[in-house]
């Protein structure tokens, strides 16, 4: 085999660990909480499920991204990378990061239209509130939660997409203020 072939096999395979492991995490902290208060039983005390969901798509986006670029990378990065853990999954991480703050862009209303969820909006008069709206942060109908796990994967694939959003609303803000000027 290959010095190439070898360390994309690495690269695969750290890849694959690491994502297996954060999955593991996951769905290991939605069992505890199933454990700990049934799903049919738990009136008033709703578990805040969609927020890991929303990472976990993005994680997935930013696995699958990597996985595409691999063939094309040089060998010398290619290299680099089978020795470094932090390299590899700073992608996948990076697309979960960019999946929650891509669902907080949706619930702020920044970001509008038929092709992105909606939500209600919810009143805010205490820290509790705050605490209640991430249990609740669901948007409208189930077609919109499928939205949501849609673009938080492309949030993950596409790593520039949530900082492009990102600069164009930041660019659009800093036009209001001049005008207020």
Known sequence: M?????????VTKKLV???TVILVLIFGYLILLSLLCPWDSCA?????IVLPF??????????????????????DELRVLSRSWVSITLIPIN??????????????????GQLFPQYEPRPLNSLTDVYDW????IPKTSTDLAKLFFWSFVAGFSERFVPQVIRTAAGKARGNTAKDD
């Open 54 to 75: 929303v990472f976990t798509f993005g994680l997935v986006g930013g696995f699958v991204s990597i996985q595409q670029r691999l063939p094309k990378i040089a060998a």
């Open 95 to 112: 697309g979960g990061i960019f999946s929650v703050v891509l669902m907080l862009i949706f619930i702020s209303g920044i970001l509008q």
């Open 134 to 137: 991430i249990k609740h942060g």
């Open 2 to 10: 290959d010095d190439r072939q070898e360390n994309l096999q690495k």
């Open 44 to 48: 008033g005390h709703e578990k805040p």
């Open 17 to 19: 660990v690491f994502t």
